[in-house]
């Protein structure tokens, strides 16, 4: 048997695909379009690796996907592929519904037709699995308790509403249809191979390069942060043991402002890489990011009552083996922070960079 992974050269999915390897060998077929996301030396190590079966493509493409399954005999999806960055769905939203709605759609599509004709004892085993977000929950004040499975979706990003479209879709084709579907939603994750756009890794290239650590707003929004392995553990088990139909929040149970993750990132790398010390001064407040969500924070206690899933970093190892891995992998940053990246970081955070200096009404 194989499981069918999408959007698995990118920063999550390509951690669980090198993970899987590490417990399993059974083989995976990795479909991902390769978008300034997807990264295929993220898998250079699978080099060679007849398990790993990479295919460049798109998850709205139907019959390629209706292919994959039945050539491979797929006995379980695990669905990454989604445009992920909030920044990038403020500035352009369509391709968040080109990819996390349509493509979603067309995933379950072409999932409902391999797994209808399956015998029945396949049918029964089959599993989709839907990797979604805390986002789609919507933003809590201080002191409001954590989201649990059975809180209202409230999305407020164009890339937090497309998320909560596919969960809805995803539902709907268990409950109409019979798929069996598991429906996970994350916080914030980070370890190596994420792309340095997202807050940490942004963070940690800019400190070590001697520019502005850009903190939107009053740098208090909080983020619950999980380590990228503890996320793949979580999914492993919900895949093996998850039941049909069900929804599984997972979390670090680590809330953090912003200001404290930056914080924390430069005394690391006064430790580790001393020659910029200390990286603090290069903490330079911007405007907010519209619509910004002020606190995530997740109740993981069903996942860890039924499931028996924990999470194995602190927010302190889980950090500090971050900031080693980027400061170890200049190839991979250099491969990575090319031109269109560069583009990017002109586009969303101005060539005037930086506007303030100090937290709002500070002078
Ligand atoms: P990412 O942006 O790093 O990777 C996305 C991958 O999907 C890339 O490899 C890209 O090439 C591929 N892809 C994009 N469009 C595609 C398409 N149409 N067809 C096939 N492949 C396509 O994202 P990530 O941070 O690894 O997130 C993976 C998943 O986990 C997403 O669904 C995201 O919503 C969810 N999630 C992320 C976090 C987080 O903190 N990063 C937390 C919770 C949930
Ligand atoms: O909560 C899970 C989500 O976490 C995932 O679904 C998303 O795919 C992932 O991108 C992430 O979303 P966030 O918007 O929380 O992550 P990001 O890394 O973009 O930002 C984290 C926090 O840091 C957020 O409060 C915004 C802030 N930030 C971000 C950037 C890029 C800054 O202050 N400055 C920045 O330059």
């Not at 951690?15 to 995976?28: K, R, T």
């Not at 069996?180 to 191979?193: D, E, F, K, Q, W």
């Not at 756009?197 to 707003?217: T, V």
């Not at 009552?305 to 080693?324: D, H, I, M, N």
Request: charged residues 20%; glycine residues 8%; contains cysteine.
């Amino acid at each position: 048997m194989t499981i069918l992974v999408t959007g698995g050269a990118g920063f999550i999915g390509a951690n669980f695909v090198l993970d899987w390897f590490q417990h399993h060998d059974e083989p995976v077929v990795n479909l991902d379009k390769l978008t300034y996301a997807g990264n295929l030396q993220n898998l250079a190590s699978l080099e060679g690796d007849a398990r790993h079966i990479f295919v460049r493509g798109d998850i709205n493409d139907r019959p390629l996907v209706e292919r994959l399954l039945s050539a491979h005999e797929v006995r379980a999806i695990v669905h990454f592929a989604a445009e992920s960055h909030v920044d990038r769905s403020i500035h352009g939203p369509e391709e968040f519904i080109t990819t996390n709605v349509n493509g979603t759609f067309h995933l379950l599509e072409a999932a409902r037709a391999y797994w209808s004709d399956l015998p029945e004892k396949r049918r029964a085993a089959f599993r989709f699995l839907h990797v979604s977000t805390d986002e789609v929950y919507g933003s809590l004040e201080l002191g409001e308790a954590p989201f649990r499975e059975t809180t209202c979706f409230a999305p407020n990003s164009p890339y937090a509403a497309s998320k909560a479209a596919s969960d809805h879709l995803v539902r709907a084709w268990h409950h109409t249809y019979g798929l069996p579907v598991l429906i996970t939603h994350c916080s914030n994750n980070y370890g190596p191979y994420q792309f340095p756009e997202k807050f940490i890794p942004l963070m940690i290239l800019n400190a070590r390069a001697g520019k502005p650590l850009p903190i939107y707003g009053d740098g208090r929004n909080i983020r619950d942060w999980l380590y990228v392995s503890d996320h793949c553990a979580a999914l492993r088990r919900v895949l093996e043991a998850g039941r049909p139909g069900e929804t599984y929040n997972i979390g670090g149970c680590n809330e953090k402002t912003n200001l404290e993750v930056v914080q924390a990132i430069c005394a690391l790398l006064d430790r580790l890489a001393p020659e910029g010390a200390p990286h603090s001064r290069l903490i330079t407040f911007v405007e907010d990011r519209p619509g910004h969500d002020r606190r995530y924070a997740i109740d993981a206690g069903r996942i860890q009552r039924e499931l028996g899933w924990t999470p194995q970093e602190s927010f302190a190892t889980g950090l500090e083996k971050t900031v080693r891995w980027y400061l170890a992998h200049d190839d991979w940053v250099q491969s990575v922070t090319s031109g269109a990246y560069r583009d990017w970081i002109e586009r969303h955070y101005g060539a005037s960079f930086p506007p303030q200096s100090g937290p709002p009404g500070v002078a």
